[in-house]
């Protein structure tokens, strides 16, 4: 009889379920479910950085799209095995002592505080920096050293200090923080005990300073010293952390009838997308796996041998078993990637939305005709345009820091910043600025990691901007100058998170079997271009000026 699980992968504006046959690696059926609350823009102000999003998207969400898969598929429910969830980070909520996410607790249905806190929210950049600035200082251990040794605005006690800070309400009626990987795991499983709940090794210890050689998350005498609500929490936190290929429960009674599965249903201890992606991409040693969306997640393997105690300077983190039990995981990433791209396309679009379409010289037939036309030759058209200017007419030099720089070395605080525009500067000529500033930003990265004594002698491209943009990826093989392989599968982290489900279920004995057996083949390959490198670096050298520059004059 075959066996079959589900991967089930949260972005940042949708959700998405897999069934895999795991004999192959198959995909029997799909779903995607975007959240709505999120789409209209509720509990989110940008111009603060703020970005929360309703626990309800993300629970309806996983509703729709596992019934979805499980109906399509036409299996039957005993021969899906098991489940593992995979979703952005850091992203805590606030929950109640029954493990409740305060948002759906009376008097809390409204409140952005009481919402998921959104990786991309930097509402807590003065706490990162106070949490920066006693590591350093405080005469003991720096608990930042695995991470990178700063630490950032987008991670778990950053937002929780910030959010406590801001909101007395959110803080008296809170009785924990679960990260979102935990929190949906934590839902579907039958054993409601939290202090005995099997968190998640890659959110702990990439996010919260979670680590072996303190015996888990920092003390509470370092923790008192930030604030005595923190020192208070880490009591109702965790000790212990688990790998992805450990069985966290098995489906309750009330989501098996939900979803038309059996209570036999195994469910795997959560992780992050970008991690469960580069095991769906089949990860190896010294290869660099980008996660390509809005923003990027970079992300490597070594063995304990090659890393050692070495600390890797200015990263999201270096953790035992965060991608595959038995090797050190590594994390970096860019704030804004596509993003960066998407901002531009707003606004250029501002004389449609506010002139064009609200115009009444068109009928209402012809600007949804025209919207539908424009948004389809939008990005094509600027591509097709910015892929023509020859790299020896004046570009201007553009960074990719519009939502602040996660790594090398995190600032949040940074902003964007464009120069050696002229009248002759159009948009396309923009437009092709911004793209090399994405690629220009991801060879910082990877020369972080050279410099550090990390190999990297290839890398894999998965996600969107991955599969859609040849543009880019030819652009990003140029700088980097590395070969960049494509993964096939629109679903990579889903794919990522099905495996670990199989290891837990005990269909494969270890995560690097079942990634050789389930894992993505490649679509396409991209090569350097040896007469485009060298303009390239020239180019590149002017984005290292203007990042020093830029970095000298922020506060």
Not at 182 to 209: N, W
Not at 229 to 242: K, W
Not at 314 to 340: K, M, N, R, W
Not at 475 to 494: E, G, R
């Amino acid at each position: 009889m075959k066996n079959y699980v589900i991967g089930l992968d949260y972005g940042s504006d949708s959700v998405r379920a897999v069934l895999i046959d795991t004999e192959n690696g198959q995909e029997l059926a799909s779903d995607v479910c975007h959240y709505k609350r999120w789409s209209n823009k509720e509990y989110c102000n940008a111009s603060i950085n703020q970005f929360r999003q309703h626990p309800l998207d993300h629970i309806e969400g996983l509703e729709s799209t596992i019934k979805a898969v499980v109906t399509a598929s036409k299996v039957a429910p005993s021969q899906i095995k098991s489940i593992c969830i995979d979703t952005t980070g850091s992203s805590p909520i606030p929950v109640t002592a029954d493990g409740t996410p305060l948002a759906l607790t009376k008097g809390f249905e409204h409140n952005p505080n009481a919402m998921m806190v959104l990786w991309k929210d930097h509402t807590a950049i003065s706490e990162a920096n106070e949490i920066n600035e006693l590591a350093a200082n405080w005469g003991g251990i720096d608990f930042t050293k695995y991470e990178g040794g700063i630490y950032s605005s987008e991670w778990f006690w950053a937002k929780v200090l910030h959010v406590t800070r801001e909101d007395e309400a959110v803080k008296k009626a809170t009785h924990t923080w679960m990260e979102h990987c935990d929190l949906m795991t934590y839902l579907l499983i039958d054993d409601k005990d939290l202090k005995s709940f099997k968190r998640s090794r890659c959110a702990a210890g990439h996010k919260a300073m979670w680590h072996e050689d303190w015996n888990g998350l920092p003390p509470v005498e370092f923790l008192e010293k930030l604030d005595p609500y923190l020192a208070q929490l880490r009591g109702d936190l965790y000790d212990a952390t688990y790998t992805s290929d450990v069985v966290a429960g098995t489906l309750n009674q009330e989501w098996a009838t939900k979803l038309g599965l059996t209570t036999d249903t195994i469910i795997a201890v959560g992780t992050f997308d970008a991690h469960s992606g580069a095991v769906g991409a089949k990860i190896d040693e010294n290869t660099l796996v980008r996660v390509m969306g809005t923003s990027t997640c970079d992300i490597l393997v070594s063995t304990k041998e090659i890393i050692g105690s070495k600390c890797v300077k200015g990263i999201c983190g270096q953790v035992d078993g965060s991608v595959i039990p038995g090797y050190i995981g590594l994390e970096a990433g860019q704030s804004a990637f596509g993003d960066v791209l998407a901002w531009f396309k707003e606004t250029l679009a501002w004389p449609l939305d506010n002139l064009v379409y609200t115009s009444n010289v068109l009928s209402a037939e012809q600007k949804a005709q025209l919207k539908v036309e424009v948004e389809s030759n939008f990005i094509k058209t600027l591509t097709e345009q910015a892929q023509a200017i020859p790299l020896s007419e004046s570009i201007p030099t553009a960074l990719d820091w519009v939502n602040g720089r996660r790594t090398p070395d995190a600032n949040q605080g940074l902003k964007s910043a464009i120069s050696n525009i002229s009248l002759g500067t159009k948009a396309p000529h923009i437009f092709k600025a911004l793209i090399n500033s994405i690629c220009f930003g991801s060879k910082k990265i990877v020369d972080r990691f050279e410099e550090e004594g990390v190999r990297i002698d290839s890398v894999i491209g998965i996600g969107g901007v991955a599969r859609k943009s040849p543009f880019i990826m030819q652009t990003l093989a140029n700088v980097l100058n590395k070969p960049i392989k494509v993964c096939a599968s629109d679903q990579a982290p889903a794919l990522g998170a099905a495996i670990y489900a199989a290891v837990a279920a005990g269909i494969y004995p270890n995560v690097i079997e079942a990634s050789k057996k389930m894992g993505s083949d490649f679509e396409s390959e991209y090569f350097p271009q040896a007469d485009q490198i060298e303009a390239y670096q020239e180019l590149m050298d002017s984005y290292s000026d203007l990042a020093q520059f830029i970095e000298s004059i922020t506060k």
